[in-house]
């Protein structure tokens, strides 16, 4: 599948006049249903493009297997409703996942890219995190080297104007790769599990993403085994307390030429 379509439209000044008529692409955002052993388990919405990636990245990010249990993804196109078609990605993995996954499918009753619906209780949303052993070694110029390459590496983004982009960067700034998607957790996503397929260890660099930095961002940056997360937008005060808990360092509101360092963690 495609990532973006064109739409026609009118361009509109405030002030009056004539309208101009304009074509603008627009990213693709399609239900993407993963089963795992043929269990339905939740339908996303995405971008259909690296959808091997975002599978693999989710069920790292859900603790729902290791990269090593993780077999072939088979991807199939399926609907042909009023709002078009999806995709159905089907997974396999070892039986002694099987019993974790039914529990937690008969609790899910909705999902959203976050991975918050429909999870069971308070505790269950904010079980502890796993402790990071190593602290980052990025230096602020290493940091806006790499902000001010991210859009060259953005061509869906450039396109549309309208995905987001996460970005796996090495110490020294350098962008190895990148992952776009119109919703952040799913860029995230796709970005962990291109990592893991590529056997890369997250610990060894550090992730950008041209969104806020939510917990949901965290948790996963966290469990992906990274060191520092740079955001373009502030942090919520859940982020940074659950960031400080982990031993994530986080850099926010990161521009062209500055940065903001959180040193306060809220606890």
């Given at each position: 599948m495609i990532g973006a379509v064109p739409i026609a439209m009118e361009r509109r000044a405030y002030t009056g006049g004539a309208a101009e008529k304009v074509s603008r692409s627009v990213p693709l955002e399609v239900p993407i249903a993963i089963e795992t052993n043929g269990i339905a388990y939740a339908v996303m919405m995405a971008t259909p493009l690296d959808v091997a990636d975002f599978v693999t990245g989710f069920l790292l990010s859900e603790g729902i297997a290791t990269a090593s249990e993780i077999g072939l993804i088979d991807c199939h196109e399926t609907g042909g409703a009023e709002w078009g078609t999806g995709l159905i990605a089907r997974v396999n993995l070892p039986p002694h996942r099987l019993e974790p996954i039914m529990d937690r499918a008969r609790r899910r009753l909705g999902d959203s890219s976050c991975g918050i619906c429909g999870i069971e209780s308070?505790?269950?949303?904010?079980?502890?995190?796993?402790?990071?052993?190593?602290?980052?070694?990025?230096?602020?110029?290493?940091?806006?080297?790499?902000?001010?390459?991210?859009?060259?590496?953005?061509?869906l983004g450039r396109e549309t104007a309208a995905t987001h982009a996460a970005a796996f960067c090495a110490e020294d700034g350098t962008v190895l790769h990148v992952r776009e998607d119109v919703g952040r957790h799913n860029a995230l996503d796709k970005l962990i599990g291109a990592l893991a397929l590529a056997g890369l260890n997250c610990s060894e660099g550090f992730?950008?993403?041209?969104?806020?930095?939510?917990?949901?961002?965290?948790?996963?940056?966290?469990?992906?085994?990274?060191?520092l997360?740079?955001?373009?937008?502030?942090?919520?005060?859940l982020a940074v307390r659950r960031a400080a808990a982990a031993g994530l360092a986080l850099a926010v509101v990161a521009r062209d030429d500055n940065m903001l360092w959180v040193t306060d963690n809220g606890l």
């Open positions: 308070v505790e269950a949303a904010l079980r502890p995190l796993p402790k990071l052993t190593r602290a980052t070694l990025a230096t602020p110029a290493a940091i806006g080297r790499a902000v001010a390459a991210l859009n060259e590496h953005q061509p992730i950008v993403m041209t969104s806020r930095c939510s917990y949901e961002l965290v948790e996963k940056a966290v469990r992906a085994g990274t060191t997360l740079v955001t373009i937008s502030a942090p919520t005060d």
